[in-house]
């Protein structure tokens, strides 16, 4: 699998201290994290990657997007920086990645940092599903313009940041068309039977450092997830800033890298 990769180092002085590695969330990129990972290369002085996930920006497509499968890529990713042990971070399908490389290949991990996702299935199963089908019998010939499509977005999305978040993943053709750089086949074929729900991983655990950081304003890590949480990271600590929703590392940066810096170092 070849996964896209960014690479924050200009302000780097804790050599042989672990790298911090982030994983997006689906419909997302390596680029949503652009402005975070600059931040947290300037605060904590370590190396920071961010990457494409399979079927998402720049990265390899493909028929299969279990959790188990992408936290091997996520390995292979690794070995190929020549990275023993990482920091990892993960939003939502990222986070549910971590987790899932966490408790297989634990040993590759130096903390770990997962953004409004739990070890359960997802709260928004339905209306992801929802954009996902739209987009995906979307006609892109038919659009001239971003706005036409923002406006055809608009019957399934009625937010406007939704829908924002949605369309950074538009590019041109060749021929001056709109297409979506998702495989949004490869991700509709995934998504009842990997994406939504997290494997039974039942009898492991990672034991060394974990933050869960939930949005106050989302029910992701509602208090019922709790005892799963716990159950796979013994040594979790779970925290929710105030006034934020899903993308809490988006809506409210600042208080998001306070807590995540301070946790790395």
Not at 73 to 87: N, P, S
Not at 88 to 100: D, N, P, Q, Y
Not at 124 to 137: A, P
Request: proline residues 2%; negative net charge.
């Amino acid at each position: 699998m070849n996964l896209q990769y960014d690479v924050y180092s200009a302000e780097v002085m804790n050599m042989d201290k672990p790298a911090v590695v982030v994983c997006h969330g689906l419909f997302g990129s390596k680029t949503n994290w652009q402005s975070l990972c600059k931040q947290m290369n300037k605060v904590t002085g370590r190396k920071v990657i961010a990457y494409d996930a399979v079927n998402h920006g720049r990265s390899s497509h493909h028929h299969s997007m279990s959790y188990e499968d992408m936290a091997k890529d996520l390995v292979t990713l690794l070995d190929q920086l020549e990275i023993d042990k990482a920091i990892t971070i993960g939003h939502s399908m990222g986070g549910k990645t971590v987790m899932a490389n966490a408790l297989l290949h634990g040993d590759r991990v130096d903390k770990l940092v997962v953004v409004d996702a739990a070890p359960s299935l997802s709260k928004s199963m339905g209306e992801v599903k929802v954009y996902l089908d739209y987009m995906l019998h979307m006609d892109m010939t038919a659009f001239t313009s971003r706005k036409q499509i923002d406006e055809q977005l608009e019957n399934v999305a009625k937010s406007t940041s939704l829908r924002q978040f949605l369309m950074t993943n538009l590019m041109k053709t060749k021929d001056g068309s709109f297409a979506w750089r998702l495989n949004l086949q490869g991700i509709s074929a995934s998504y009842f039977e990997h994406i939504h729900e997290f494997p039974q991983l039942d009898g492991l655990a990672y034991a060394s450092d974990t933050l869960f950081i939930g949005g106050g304003k989302s029910n992701y890590i509602s208090e019922q997830e709790h005892d799963g949480i716990y159950q796979y990271f013994p040594s979790a600590t779970i925290q929710h800033i105030p006034g934020a929703g899903h993308w809490v590392h988006a809506e409210k940066p600042k208080e998001f890298l306070q807590l995540v810096n301070s946790f790395i170092q």
